[in-house]
């Protein structure tokens, strides 16, 4: 059982940033009030390719609204240049992220199949999104590569959360 629960601030992370610095997990960039924390395997996973570039290409209506997007994985400081290079991508990206912070996040933690796939345990899909109260709104934590939610429905949810004031959900757990 996960120990994160929806409506409580998200313990601070802190890892280094592609090209410099560093970002903090629940801590949105300016202008934004809210963030969406995704947290993707690494370089190796096609699957991640994918979702990355569709979080690139929906960051401009993210941003619209308000929501600080950033991506991190346990993927070495050369892989994640490797990503974004590749990639071509401009998101926030994140890297280094340690098997003690997996830990804490309550992610689902693989080891690599091959030296070729991963050079250490490595995170499953995640993602968080903390409101503007600074308070986890909702949470999605992966076992498996094939499991990601559809970040177009993730952004409407924001939207409707914003505008409806809809209320945290899951706050009771068995």
Not at 61 to 67: K, S
Not at 102 to 113: D, E, H, N, V
Not at 160 to 169: H, K, L, S
């Amino acid at each position: 059982m996960h120990g994160l629960v929806t409506g409580t601030p998200l313990a601070a992370v802190s890892v280094a940033q592609v090209g410099g610095g560093a970002m903090t997990l629940g801590v949105p960039a300016a202008p934004h009030a809210w963030q969406l924390i995704i947290v993707y395997r690494g370089l190796h996973c096609p699957i991640c390719k994918t979702y990355l570039q569709k979080l690139q290409d929906l960051m401009p209506e993210f941003h619209a609204v308000g929501v600080d997007v950033i991506t991190l994985s346990a993927d070495s400081e050369v892989k994640a240049q490797s990503m974004v290079d590749e990639m071509g991508l401009t998101l926030p990206m994140g890297y280094g992220l340690t098997p003690a912070q997996m830990t804490q996040l309550g992610l689902y933690i693989s080891g690599p199949r091959t030296p070729q796939e991963a050079e250490a345990p490595f995170a499953e899909p995640a993602m968080f999104v903390i409101n503007g109260e600074g308070v986890l709104k909702m949470i999605d934590i992966s076992n498996a590569p094939f499991l990601r939610p559809d970040l177009d429905q993730v952004l409407r949810g924001v939207k409707a959360n914003q505008v409806e004031g809809y209320p945290i959900r899951g706050t009771y757990r068995a």
